[in-house]
């Protein structure tokens, strides 16, 4: 790693804080999130009900005045009643109101727009019940009895009715509706409006065609290189007398380097080029602590995080849809070797998708192990043989087995999961290809189908456990690049969502990761550690175990701090 390093200058509080992100965030469409950054953007443009408190990790209100209040109706309904914040407006100036929140739901479930993943995440939300007497008042009624459903309910952008549907023609139609329409009937004309509404206004390019209710507005976007958010000069939330940490924003402007190489970034550091790196990798962390100026001019955190490693397997390739034929290559992955040259050891290896920290952990479970012999075994019992020239043929079968492995290029630890992989399958006569690309076209390869194995981080939080998004069958060719899904798995994932008994939970989340680990559609590697770096001159920061690990709107620059002397 370069060690080349300058002079920090002086910082005024309206400095732009420049922080490292390792991808674009390709679009801003806020029902898209496509990747961690475009989260991290829409978060700024955009404000949910309830938003993380990095400070204490967990949810805080933001737009609702308060936590909602919970009730239950029959057997297996939970009504939420909200209030929102009488400061909240919209840029334009007009309220923000339950009518808003309705609307918002209905996008979700609207044919044509990018909502595969929100329909999925918040489809327990049945129906908005809005109070007649206070249009700020409304109940959320969900399909639920689950411990966590309220916090998890209030965790979405919510995006302005009149912008979109100025005539409120999607009013007419319940919300339950949308999301029983069947998908081989038209949608409503006023659907259908609404729909082209939303298109033409492009807001995965231009966000601003929207009004928001966050901090920041986009001030600049240059693809793969640099996106510019300013503070609004009046922002509703300054208004409130003691605003909580979800609504304070201190950076005046907010700048975010787009630079997917982890040496750069770390050189980019070094030179203040950029304020803060998160998510630093093991190795570039360790040598930044072991530099004497670094450590003078650097602040450093760890925490435990969410983050997984994790190895997809297309179910959708007819080589692969025997499940012996995904467990033969998993066990040709080491997560011990890995974990030790990826994060030099720190992190926690996990049988599934839930961390070992968690009462749901399905601790009679092996975990995951390098066992080529079982992968020999493996192979024979789904009826791959090896022929006189090495490789392995199926019968039914054109083509011999081989194996295209995707994940996003400029990713050190998915380039060494890789090339273990591929030396492992190589010693068994498995010819493996990987395919390292930019982040856009990886995705829109796994959405596509167009891979065997690919290998990513899935980003998971202790709120909720809604796996639906990245395994059920309706979220195939958007979260869920796996193809896994059947009728019994989809309805175990709505079971675990909605089950609101504890004892009952911890049976189907621990049969949910027995069938994971049968079925192998997702093998988890090890959950990694998240490690930040930032300039010592910067006030408030505050490290997290959530994504993406700090606050980013608590940064601030002091009033004043005067140039650093080296000898």
């Known amino acids: 790693m370069v060690s080349a390093c300058s002079t920090p200058a002086a910082k005024q509080a309206s400095t732009p804080i420049h922080i490292r992100w390792a991808r674009d965030p390709e679009t801003l469409d806020p029902l898209a999130l496509s990747n961690p950054s475009a989260i991290d953007a829409i978060n700024l443009l955009h404000l949910a009900l309830l938003q993380v408190d990095f400070q204490h990790n967990k949810y805080a209100p933001a737009l609702a005045q308060d936590f909602p209040g919970v009730r239950y109706e029959g057997d297996s309904l939970t009504l939420l009643d909200y209030q929102l914040r009488e400061a909240a407006t919209w840029d334009n100036g007009e309220p923000v109101l339950a009518t808003d929140v309705d609307f918002t739901l209905k996008l979700m479930h609207c044919p044509g727009l990018p909502n595969e993943n929100s329909r999925a995440q918040y489809g327990f939300i049945r129906q908005v019940r809005i109070d007649p007497a206070n249009p700020r008042r409304f109940t959320l009624v969900c399909r639920s009895r689950s411990a966590e459903t309220a916090s998890i309910s209030g965790d979405f952008p919510v995006l302005p009715e009149a912008a979109l549907d100025p005539a409120h023609t999607l009013r007419s139609l319940l919300l339950a509706t949308l999301q029983d329409w069947p998908l081989s009937r038209s949608p409503a004309p006023a659907v259908a409006a609404v729909v082209r509404r939303y298109q033409q206004a492009n807001l995965a390019r231009q966000p601003h065609n929207l009004p928001g209710c966050g901090p920041y507005r986009l001030a600049s976007w240059q693809t793969n290189q640099e996106l510019h958010f300013q503070r609004k000069a009046h922002w509703w939330a300054d208004k409130l007398p003691a605003a909580p940490i979800v609504l304070q924003a201190r950076p005046q402007e907010l700048v975010f380097s787009v630079l997917p190489d982890d040496a750069a970034a770390a050189l980019a550091l070094r030179r203040h080029d950029i304020d803060v790196y998160p998510q630093v990798p093991a190795r570039i962390f360790q040598q930044l602590q072991a530099s004497q100026a670094a450590r003078q001019e650097l602040v450093f955190y760890t925490h435990s995080s969410y983050d997984i490693l994790t190895v997809g397997f297309n179910t959708r390739r007819a080589a692969l849809r025997d499940r012996r034929t995904?467990?033969?290559?998993?066990?040709?992955?080491?997560?011990?070797?890995?974990?030790?040259a990826t994060q030099l050891g720190q992190g926690t290896r996990t049988v599934g998708l839930l961390p070992p920290s968690s009462s749901f952990y399905n601790d009679s479970?092996?975990?995951?192990?390098?066992?080529?012999?079982?992968?020999?075994?493996?192979?024979?019992?789904a009826g791959w043989q090896r022929g006189a020239d090495g490789h392995w043929r199926q019968p039914g079968l054109a083509t011999p087995l081989a194996v295209v492995l995707r994940y996003r290029a400029e990713e050190a630890t998915f380039a060494t999961t890789g090339l273990q992989f591929k030396s492992a399958a190589a010693q068994l006569g498995i010819p493996v290809t990987l395919l390292p690309a930019?982040?856009?076209?990886?995705?829109?390869?796994?959405?596509?189908?167009?891979?065997?194995?690919?290998?990513?981080?899935?980003?998971?939080?202790?709120?909720?456990?809604?796996f639906a998004t990245i395994l059920h069958s309706e979220a195939i060719g958007s979260g869920n690049f796996t193809g896994f899904g059947r009728p019994d798995t989809d309805r175990l994932l709505v079971a675990i969502s909605t089950e609101g008994n504890l004892a009952r939970k911890r049976q189907l989340l621990r049969r949910f990761q027995a069938i994971i680990q049968e079925e192998m559609p997702v093998l988890p590697l090890f959950f990694l550690p998240y490690r930040l770096a930032a300039t010592r001159q910067l006030q408030h920061i505050v490290p997290s175990g959530l994504k993406p690990g700090y606050a980013m709107t608590a940064l601030a620059w002091p009033a004043a701090v005067p140039p650093a002397s080296h000898p």
């Open 365 to 381: 479970l092996p975990l995951p192990a390098y066992a080529p012999a079982e992968a020999l075994a493996l192979l024979q019992q």
């Open 438 to 466: 930019e982040g856009s076209v990886t995705t829109a390869a796994l959405q596509a189908g167009d891979f065997d194995l690919y290998i990513r981080l899935i980003k998971g939080s202790p709120f909720g456990l809604n």
């Open 326 to 340: 995904r467990q033969a290559l998993s066990r040709l992955f080491d997560p011990v070797r890995l974990l030790a």
